[in-house]
Every structure is written in C-alpha cells, then in structure tokens.
C-alpha cells in the first residue's frame, strides 16, 4: 500500500531546500527507489514537503541519506505524519493530436536555356 507523507520542517526555506535538493543529488538520491511524487510547498521561509512512498521500507532507506542532510543544513524533520494513500487520481496520459494533412512542396524546375 502506497504511503503519503507529509514534512512540516522546521528551519527549511529556499535556499536551504534548493541545498537539500542539491546534496541529495550528489549523494545519488535525487530520484530514490520507491518515491512516486515529491511536492514542496508553503511561504519562501517555511517549505513543507508532502511524498508519496510505495513502502515504508522504501521510504526509511532514503531516510538513512535525507536526515543527515537536514542535520548538516540545520534544518528540524519533527514527525511527519504517514498517512495510507486512499486514490490517485492522475490524468489520462496525452494522446499527440492529429495533424492536418500538409501540402508537400514541390520544387521548381529551372529551364536551361
């Protein structure tokens, strides 16, 4: 079962997120195993993150290379609140609209003379 998860950091603005985001890149984790949507949201002083897991397993192993991370940009977790995920709802995937069909040009031959 699909887990959401929900950060209210404390200490996480901006620049500090943009960081995060940063170190978790170099450290290989910028796109873990098990995430399937990442969001950050709030006022530019006070970022909140809500995830969706496809397991706690999943989820905790990331934690391992996240927390230090938070710790080094002096940035509070707190709990987060893990709640099941009920339904996703997503769009349908876009179809490539149909084309008019187009005229082909044609060259014009130049007469020798």
Not at 34 to 44: E, L, P
């Amino acid at each position: 079962m699909a887990l959401g998860i929900y950060f209210a950091l404390s200490g996480m603005g901006v620049d500090k997120y943009n960081e995060c985001i940063k170190r978790l890149k170099q450290a290989g984790a910028a796109h873990p195993a098990g995430r399937s949507y990442h969001a950050s949201f709030g006022t530019s002083d006070k970022l909140m993150v809500f995830d969706v897991w496809r397991s706690q397993a999943a989820f905790d192993k990331f934690g391992k290379t996240l927390m230090p991370i938070l710790q080094q940009l002096g940035v509070e977790p707190g709990q987060p609140s893990v709640m099941e995920i009920h339904k996703v709802i997503t769009p349908p995937a876009a179809r490539p609209k149909k084309r008019a069909p187009t005229r082909r040009a044609t060259r014009r031959r130049v007469k020798k003379r």
